[in-house]
């Protein structure tokens, strides 16, 4: 089994991508006009459809990037540029505006039924982010019981975002706005310094090799 560091660092980059406090106020903009039981019924599909996504990824990742002929280090440090990209954009509020920009289009085509699968599942829980993530620390939990210590983090960072959604309101209510915003930064600079890292071990593998 993989160490707790290594455990403990996956489920940060997992959990510090997806976002989940930053999801409550758009969960609750795409869900609105819902009663209590639907929104309970989309929260739940959506982090079903959320987690299959990346277990595939948390599984296959290296085979997906065999396929494409691309090697682990050279994703490393790809993935960790992306990474560090998503945490600037968290730094200075550009990816919120986003994610409300995408929640915004799926209300005015009327996705209310399909609204689970897009765009809470992907791209806004299950998101490029959220994937690179998980295919970077698939190269880190190798065999059987490495894949399988990475699907459980993901199903507690999906438990964990499952858990935002339903007390999504009194979560907005609680952090405000100036809360929203301060604890978004803060994952941010996290995200980022997690991100140098990937680079930086990327980099030292190619060298290596």
């Not at 609204?115 to 190269?139: D, E, M, Y």
Request: hydrophobic content about 60%; charged content about 15%.
């Amino acid at each position: 089994m993989p160490l707790f560091d290594t455990v403990f660092n996956a489920f940060v980059t997992i959990l510090v991508t997806i976002d989940p406090p930053g999801l409550a106020p758009l969960f609750l903009a795409v869900t609105r006009g819902m009663n209590r039981e639907q929104r309970l019924q989309v929260s739940v599909r959506a982090s079903v459809i959320a987690f299959v996504v990346l277990a595939v990824f948390a599984v296959a990742g290296a085979a997906i990037l065999t396929v494409f002929g691309i090697t682990l280090p050279a994703f490393r440090v790809a993935g960790g540029f992306l990474l560090f990209f998503i945490a600037f954009e968290m730094v200075f509020e550009k990816r919120q505006d986003r994610k409300e920009k995408i929640s915004d289009v799926a209300i005015t085509r009327d996705h209310i039924h399909n609204i689970a699968a897009f765009p809470l599942a992907i791209p806004l829980i299950a998101g490029p982010g959220a994937i690179s993530a998980t295919v970077l620390l698939s190269g880190s939990f190798q065999g059987w019981t490495g894949q399988l210590a990475l699907v459980l983090i993901i199903l507690a960072c999906l438990a964990a975002t499952y858990l935002v959604f339903v007390l999504a309101e009194r979560i907005d209510q609680f952090l405000g706005q100036t809360g929203r915003s301060i604890l978004t930064r803060l994952l941010g600079v996290i995200l980022a310094a997690l991100a140098v890292q990937f680079v930086a071990d990327g980099i030292k593998a190619l060298m290596a090799a």
